[in-house]
């Protein structure tokens, strides 16, 4: 049994690294300075020792090896200490590789959007087969409780990221994990902060390609032009596409408009129809890039689709967290204007015309540096209200964006504000949805509290 600290270990990804880790029988303790739930809840569960923010002594002398995160960099107290001491660092994406991945089928789930989601999916397909997957999810997935397992199967299906690895290692995670099936569920400019252009994500996903081996699998989103260009700079293993075109190996057709029920065809030939908890044209596409991915692996598909019917998801993807004076509250994790949009089409599709109003917390890398400033407004088209919460340290131009929002629109200094301004806004039969990466300092819970309490 060795001793780990982790570096970081409240963010999703590494939170997975720690519970992985602690099956494997590892002592693990671990730092960060930004921890909430759904991440400090599991740590908190696997017994877990956390110590608040990065000094010059969170690592202790006697540890046999620190696990990176990538949101640490040059400067940091506790990262200058462990190059000083001469300590075995190593990032969350290499340790996984070498301690978990060897001998495993490895099912990696990669794109801009929806890779926690099709994730889930996919690992919850497989588990209804009888495969018992390990898997590492960038979110705790309902059904298993978790974010991560190792399971006794042969398979481990992993959120594949195409952020970059750590401060000492710039490649994108998913370069580390030699998939047998990847899926490609999309791809657009994200990452402001490490990427100059789309072009510079676009070289990254085809690294990933060329570690597919010809036995394997590419499970690609057939409607996208930008993975389309990515397959054009080569590719040595069998490609299916998926998509809502007919001509595509693998597409859906819609049963209702929500996305809540559609029939799969794989190469003309009708599969199955899913009906499950899901809403939106997006989640269709990450349940059919997850079927075909199980399919790729030798899963009987008849067998599984009715298993999506019970399938939870993934806290913080409009997740209902209550209702009170027949006001629903959501928690939603999207921040690209693209998420933004789609999240909001499929509830739109689901409540009709009832009146749905954001919460939102632009603090997103790409969203401080402006990446998305001009498409921020048009995603919330389908809004009838927003309230942005506008902290003084983040820099973005709220009045523009307030004045391109077509429904109401306001923005806030802190989050009592926006609870206050909610209070105001909000009526019997609204959908109250909140948007943001971060914690939002609770704010989701504290707004439901305030309701039931009023």
């Excluded at 943001?436 to 309701?451: E, V």
């Amino acid at each position: 049994m060795s001793k780990i600290h982790i570096l970081g270990i409240a963010g999703t990804f590494m939170g997975g690294v720690a519970a992985l880790a602690r099956e494997l029988g590892h002592a693990v303790h671990g730092s960060d300075q930004a921890i909430y739930p759904p991440m400090s809840t599991q740590l908190e569960q696997l017994g877990i020792a956390l110590d608040p923010g990065y000094r010059a002594n969170s690592v202790a002398a006697d540890c046999d090896e620190v696990i990176v995160g990538n949101a640490l960099s040059r400067g940091n107290p506790a990262v200058e200490a462990v190059l000083d001491a001469g300590q075995r660092y190593i990032s969350g994406a290499q340790w996984l590789s070498e301690q978990v991945l060897p001998g495993r089928d490895t099912l990696a789930v990669a794109g801009t959007h929806g890779k926690t989601t099709t994730t889930t999916i996919l690992t919850w397909l497989l588990q209804a087969a009888g495969r018992e997957p390990g898997f590492l999810i960038g979110g705790v997935a309902e059904d298993f409780g978790v974010s991560a397992r190792l399971g006794s199967g042969r398979e481990f299906v992993v959120e594949a990221d195409e952020y970059d690895t750590a401060f000492f290692d710039k490649r994108s995670k998913f370069v580390h994990y030699r998939p047998l099936v990847a899926i490609l569920n999309n791809l657009e400019y994200d990452h402001a902060d490490i990427f100059p252009d789309v072009a510079a994500i676009q070289r990254q996903f085809h690294h990933l390609v060329r570690t597919v081996p010809a036995r394997g699998r590419l499970i690609v989103n057939g409607e996208d032009a930008y993975l389309a260009q990515v397959l054009a700079m080569g590719c040595w293993t069998p490609v299916e596409r998926f998509g809502f075109d007919p001509s595509l190996e693998w597409h859906a057709e819609l049963v209702n408009a929500d996305g809540s029920a559609f029939v799969v065809h794989h190469r003309g030939v009708r599969v199955g129809e899913v009906r499950w908890p899901l809403l939106g044209r997006h989640n269709v596409l990450n349940g059919l890039a997850a079927l075909a991915a199980a399919h790729a692996v030798g899963v009987e598909l008849t067998s599984v689709i009715p298993a999506l019917a019970n399938f939870r998801s993934v806290k913080r993807r409009l997740e209902v967290i209550g209702q009170a004076h027949d006001i629903t509250v959501y928690d939603d994790f999207a921040h690209h204007p693209t998420a933004i949009h789609t999240t909001l089409e499929g509830l739109r599709a689901k409540v009709g015309a009832a009146r749905i109003v954001v919460a939102m917390e632009p603090r997103s890398n790409s969203m401080r540096l402006g990446a998305h400033a001009e498409a921020l407004a048009p995603s919330l088209d389908l809004a009838d209200a927003v309230v942005f919460l506008h902290r003084p340290e983040l820099a973005w131009d709220a009045a523009g964006v307030i004045a391109a929002v077509r429904g109401q629109a306001h923005a806030v200094p802190d989050t009592d504000a926006l609870l206050a301004r909610l209070g105001e806004i909000a009526a019997p039969g609204d959908h109250v949805v909140f948007m943001s990466n971060g914690g939002f300092d609770g704010a989701p819970r504290r707004f439901l509290a305030q309701l039931q309490q009023g």
